[in-house]
């Protein structure tokens, strides 16, 4: 089905209906709705499951006005989701972008959450990293327009927080790779330069997040040196928040621990 935002923008979504209690589920940068697929596979029996392709991601819309891509809209197209389905509660989980978006989403609509999985969250957060990860999110966005998604698949895929996947499991990562090719080079490069790059600290959140009351379970691999120091942090500053470090493990903790990561959620769930 296809919901739309109130800028106008198509979003491809995709909902198992059911009576079940509602899981909304937000991908990664370098994903898409499959990211989630065996998280979908396991949960849809017990859940109602809910995902979509963000704005610049086919088969959902890819405006061109730059102004259409920022962290506030990504958090106001997950409302727009709920909202179209009628879900007025759900509990919300996201990996890295998508994260933060779930994060978001929770300082800012704390009565749509029953609860957040927050995976992957911090990449660029720390105040030291922040102009040196900006540099790299608009060195991606120009490779994007220059290069094509192929291109910068075979660069951003195999960066080392990612290769644990492919350690693990080698048809996953290939998997995500492809997924990775086909993103349009100009929704990325949007959503690179509008959300990635420009999205405010964490570090500068820390007296709202310090208020959010909403129950959080931040998940993070020990091999994510990008997100795991802001993991912490934000495990030290939110006031309802569990923590789960999968060893050995990278950014995709849900594709590198399927079982173990549905299991999280579910407990986090109730169920």
Do not use: K
Not at 63 to 92: I, K, M
Not at 158 to 181: F, K, M, Q, S, V
């Amino acid at each position: 089905m296809r919901v739309t935002t109130d800028d106008g923008v198509g979003l491809a979504v995709y909902d198992t209906a059911g009576d079940g209690p509602p899981i909304l589920f937000l991908h990664e940068f370098g994903g898409d709705h499959r990211s989630w697929s065996p998280q979908f596979g396991d949960l849809a029996v017990r859940y109602r499951c809910i995902t979509y392709d963000a704005r610049g991601y086919p088969p959902s819309d890819v405006p061109t006005d730059p102004g259409a891509y920022s962290q506030e809209r990504a958090v106001a197209d997950a409302v727009a989701v709920l909202d179209a389905l009628g879900v007025e509660q759900a509990l919300v989980v996201g990996n890295s972008m998508g994260g933060f978006a779930t994060l978001h989403l929770g300082l800012t609509h704390p009565e749509r959450c029953t609860g957040l999985v927050v995976a992957g969250c911090g990449y660029g957060a720390a105040p030291e990293r922040a102009a040196a990860f900006r540099a790299d999110a608009l060195a991606l966005a120009g490779a994007y327009e220059r290069d094509g998604a192929a291109a910068v698949a075979a660069d951003y895929g195999n960066r080392p927080a990612r290769l644990t996947l492919r350690d693990r499991d080698a048809g996953a990562h290939d998997e995500h790779l492809r997924i990775l090719a086909e993103h349009d080079p100009v929704g990325a490069a949007l959503t690179m330069r509008g959300v990635q790059a420009a999205r405010p600290s964490l570090y500068d959140l820390r007296d709202r997040l310090a208020a959010m009351t909403v129950p959080t379970l931040l998940v993070v691999g020990d091999r994510d040196h990008e997100a795991i120091d802001a993991t912490l942090m934000l495990h030290r500053t939110l006031p309802v928040a569990d923590l789960a470090v999968l060893p050995r493990t990278g950014h995709l903790t849900n594709l590198e621990h399927p079982e173990l990561f549905t299991r999280l959620v579910e407990e986090h769930a109730g169920g």
